[in-house]
T-cell receptor, first 114, second 114 residues
Framework: GAGVSQSPSNKVTEKGKDVELRCDPI?????LYWYRQSLGQGLEFLIY????????KSGLPSDRFSAERTGGSVSTLTIQRTQQEDSAVYLC????????????FGSGTRLTVV | AQSVTQLDSHVSVSEGTPVLLRCNYS??????LFWYVQHPNKGLQLLLK??????LVKGINGFEAEFKKSETSFHLTKPSAHMSDAAEYFC????????????FGSGTRLSIRP
């Protein structure tokens, strides 16, 4: 597509439920990133995919968080047993290579855990 | 360790006056540097990027940034602020490393006084 598409744009879930957030990057972009932006805070790196290489998962805050990228394209971020502190805007970005020429961000998924 | 420091969490200027948003980075490698803008409830938009070409980079909406290696700085400027410039601005570094991770500064909120 023309841009990075994220769905849903908003998600309200009950504490303890699992959620799946989807990112559809720009076609042909090999690099894909997930970030989290909490209220009043900066962006927190979560995970990075580059082509067929093993993902860099060093930013995932706990084992309740996981992500996969199927066929080098669409990525899904899964949060199991959601907690209130998981409430944030989850941003996805993609880039043609390793990101040295800039990134295109999606508009994010606002997750609210009640 | 690599890092990005945005020296001001909040900058307030009058409409029509110059804007200066400061950014310093720390890197063992040659970085690629970016400024992104985020308007309220909007996604991140690329303002400009430095990728080892000209040290003075022009971006959208009249913004510029100058890469100064000796000072490890990449400050963002605009000669004359406009009300529509009110937003959060992020300085971003990409480093040549095994996992090409985006490193975000903590952000600077720019307010414009009428």
């Amino acid at each position: 597509g023309a841009g990075v598409s994220q769905s849903p744009s908003n998600k309200v879930t009950e504490k303890g439920k699992d959620v799946e957030l989807r990112c559809d990057p720009i076609s042909g972009h090999t690099a894909l990133y997930w970030y989290r932006q909490s209220l009043g805070q900066g962006l927190e790196f979560l995970i990075y995919f580059q082509g067929n290489s093993a993902p860099d998962k060093s930013g995932l805050p706990s084992d309740r968080f996981s992500a996969e990228r199927t066929g080098g394209s669409v990525s899904t971020l899964t949060i199991q047993r959601t907690q209130q502190e998981d409430s944030a805007v989850y941003l996805c970005a993609s880039s043609p290579t390793g990101g040295h020429y800039g990134y295109t961000f999606g508009s994010g998924t606002r997750l609210t855990v009640v | 360790a690599q890092s990005v420091t945005q020296l001001d969490s909040h900058v307030s200027v009058s409409e029509g006056t110059p804007v200066l948003l400061r950014c310093n980075y720390s890197s063992s490698y040659s970085p690629s540097l970016f400024w992104y803008v985020q308007h309220p409830n909007k996604g991140l938009q690329l303002l400009l990027k430095y990728t080892s070409a000209a040290t003075l980079v022009k971006g959208i909406n009249g913004f510029e940034a100058e890469f100064k290696k000796s000072e490890t700085s990449f400050h963002l400027t605009k000669p004359s602020a406009h009300m529509s410039d009110a937003a959060e601005y992020f300085c971003v570094v990409t480093l040549y490393s095994s996992a090409s991770k985006i490193i975000f500064g903590s952000g600077t909120r720019l307010s414009i006084r009428p």
